[in-house]
């Protein structure tokens, strides 16, 4: 998704525009602009590619007051120059930044073109639309683009924005005029800050962080003005809205690798944290506290994407065997084509970032059809969780990396939470199991941190890594509670080594998957519990007899694991219920080391981007 930010009152606006573009770099992009209000005139510099083409365009440009910057991930049209933002009006008068998908831009581009014949679109985005919409505004306003106040354009803006359909977060400069910027927020996200001289706006708090403290996270249908003294912020309606900052959720630390080579390797070794953070104040030995359910649902509904999915995956079997009420898991797009059914549920949404389009979508449409929403997120000023009815906190801090690590760490002891709660309201789980998970769950960020450090560990983690060598096809097999960290490895891997790696239940091979395993597949058998682990190493035999190379990640108990694979690897002991977990986190650090043995750029994998705030 693309990312704006926008700066007014700082005599280092152009400085401080391009340190927020490298911000947001891990947002995902293939192109990126600024545009700057010099004097009378626009300065406008894009650029395809890394922001490292940008740069040199940039580096001699005036200091500026006031300036709107973009990194582009396309959408419409390609990464190109012309499609770079900002965008100007034809008369160069105006100029925008915008992150979202304009969804009337067909309808929008007939009215221009009935309005002016000889109109020229410079570029094939939908955003350019909005800086011929707003120039045309002013035309017919009769406003001095020199003289008028400020707020003189505040009308035009809104007619503007009330002509726009979809999503858009918006940063708006007009020609000349340094003292000014107009923003819009709809179904895209925007924070704002102000600090009495300078204002700030942004995408996200990544490129404010070390700016200021205190932002504003605009709602739904906000818009306005910000100016060098202080901001206006409307409403839908059109009303002006008072709002009380909030602190920064981030601290400039979590910007910044901290000497880690890569956000995705520091955010892997920051998990023990995020499991003492996550628990904190809500794991007792006598009962679960700070998690409120709305109400006594006799069925589940989770939905999410990707990770999050994976996560909810894990949930959907923690909840079940804990509290015996039935589940039903659904990747978040899929979940609005379902047709209601069944007693009243609650639908619980996974989202580490909360801006998830398809997972706000479903949310909404489980409001539509009168189900409570529950919201396990890390963000917790983000959209979704402002919209579900109650909401856990995962506190997992930032999370850079575009291959989500810790958040799923976090994802997944949120659903424990849950599961553990509804047990205990229904009676299927006491305080004995409780006081027996939370001594495990105690001692579990130091068996993170042993097995994170643990010489012997890298060492085979480094042999599994020799069998990928030019491979492009890998499976993770699992079974039970290890089979969503079979999804979650193969997605690891192949969001950031590009290997084509597939997660699969064991018991689903013999019905197709095996007829993909020839001489030297790599296969990474993550273990199970009980009799499933029994049925998990029968299926690495057959790996084995069709020649694949056998990985198995287990623990250190496990008696049967060095006769049933070319090379085990084994972890600390912890509860069933948390022992996942750990055997994940070893996928996370294979898939990393694979993935940089190939040059490939962890952190901002080709093609994604951090959060699909688009569906
Ligand atoms: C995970 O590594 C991916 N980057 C992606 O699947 C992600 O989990 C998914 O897009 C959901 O994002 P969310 O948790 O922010 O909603």
């Given at each position: 998704m693309c990312g704006i930010f926008g700066m007014i009152g700082d005599s280092n606006t152009t400085k401080l525009l391009m340190q927020g573009l490298k911000r947001m770099e891990y947002r995902g992009y293939d192109s990126s602009g600024i545009c700057i209000v010099d004097n009378n005139e626009f300065i406008r510099r894009r650029a395809v590619g890394e922001l490292s083409n940008l740069e040199p365009l940039v580096v001699n440009l005036p200091n500026a007051e006031c300036g709107i910057a973009h990194t582009r991930w396309a959408?419409?049209?390609?990464?190109?120059e012309d499609n770079a933002h900002p965008h100007m009006s034809p008369k160069l008068d105006v100029a925008v930044v915008h992150n979202g998908i304009i969804e009337n831009e067909v309808e929008l581009r007939k009215e221009l073109s009935s309005i002016d014949k000889n109109i020229i679109f410079?570029?094939?985005?939908?955003?350019?639309i909005i800086a011929h919409l707003l120039s045309n505004e002013i035309k017919n306003s009769g406003?001095?683009?020199?003289?008028?106040?400020?707020?003189?354009?505040i009308s035009c803006w809104k007619k503007v924005i009330d002509k726009l359909e979809g999503s858009f977060a918006l940063a708006v400069i007009l020609k000349g005029r340094n003292d000014f910027i107009l923003f819009a927020r709809k179904f895209a996200p925007l924070v704002i800050s102000h600090d009495g001289n300078k204002g700030i706006l942004a995408s996200d708090v990544s490129c404010i962080v070390g700016i200021t403290d205190k932002v504003h996270y605009l709602e739904e249908g906000d818009w306005g003005l910000i100016n060098k003294n202080g901001l206006k912020i409307f409403n839908i309606d059109g009303d002006l809205v008072e709002k009380e900052p909030k602190k920064l959720e981030w601290t400039l630390g979590d910007a910044e690798l901290g000497g880690y080579p890569t956000f995705m390797l520091k955010e892997i070794y920051e998990q023990p944290r995020v499991v003492r953070d996550c628990l904190r104040g809500r794991l007792s030995r006598e009962k679960i506290k700070g998690v409120s359910i709305p109400f006594n649902p006799r069925l589940l509904r989770i939905v999410g994407c990707g990770t999050a999915y994976n996560a909810g995956l894990l949930a959907r079997y923690y909840i079940e065997q804990l509290s015996k009420i039935p589940v039903i898991l659904d990747h978040a797009h899929e979940f609005r084509y379902g047709a209601p059914s069944g007693p009243k549920s609650l639908v619980i949404g996974i989202s580490?970032?909360?801006?998830t389009a398809d997972t706000l979508a479903a949310i909404q449409a489980a409001h539509e059809r009168g189900y409570p929403t529950l919201g396990i997120v890390n963000?917790?000023?983000s959209t979704i969780a402002r919209n579900v009815d109650t909401m856990i906190g995962i506190?997992?801090?930032?999370?850079?990396?575009?291959?989500?690590?810790k958040a799923f760490t976090g994802q997944v002891l949120g659903g424990l939470l849950v599961a553990m709660k509804l047990g205990q309201d229904s009676k299927n789980f006491h305080r004995e199991d409780l006081s027996y998970f939370d001594r495990h769950a105690r001692m579990l960020p130091t068996s993170i941190e042993r097995m994170l450090n643990d010489q012997n560990i890298k060492t085979k983690l480094w042999e599994a890594q020799q069998?990928?060598?030019?491979?492009?096809h890998a499976f993770f097999l699992g079974r039970n509670t290890s089979y969503p960290i079979a999804l979650e490895g193969a997605l690891k891997l192949k969001e950031i080594s590009y290997i084509h790696a597939e997660g699969y239940?064991?018991?689903?091979?013999?019905?197709?998957?095996?007829?993909?395993?020839?001489?030297?597949t790599p296969i990474v058998v993550i273990a199970s519990e009980g009799s499933s682990h029994k049925k998990l190493l029968g299926n690495a035999r057959e790996v084995a007899a069709r020649g694949a190379k056998v990985i198995l990640i287990t623990h250190q108990?496990?008696?049967?694991?060095d006769s049933h694979a070319d090379l085990v690897i084994k972890v600390p002991r912890t509860h069933d219920l948390l022992q996942p977990l750990l055997y994940n986190i070893i996928c996370q650090l294979l898939s990393l080391n694979i993935a940089e043995e190939r040059g490939c750029n962890v952190d901002r994998p080709r093609n994604l981007a951090k959060s699909v705030t688009v569906e």
């Open positions: 959408t419409h049209g390609p990464p190109t410079k570029s094939d985005t939908d955003s350019e406003l001095d683009l020199k003289k008028s106040k400020d707020e003189e354009f580490q970032s909360g801006e963000v917790e000023s506190r997992a801090g930032p999370e850079i990396g575009v291959a989500s690590t069998y990928f060598v030019d491979k492009n239940a064991g018991g689903e091979l013999k019905h197709g998957p095996l007829a993909l395993v020839e001489e030297g108990e496990d008696e049967l694991a």
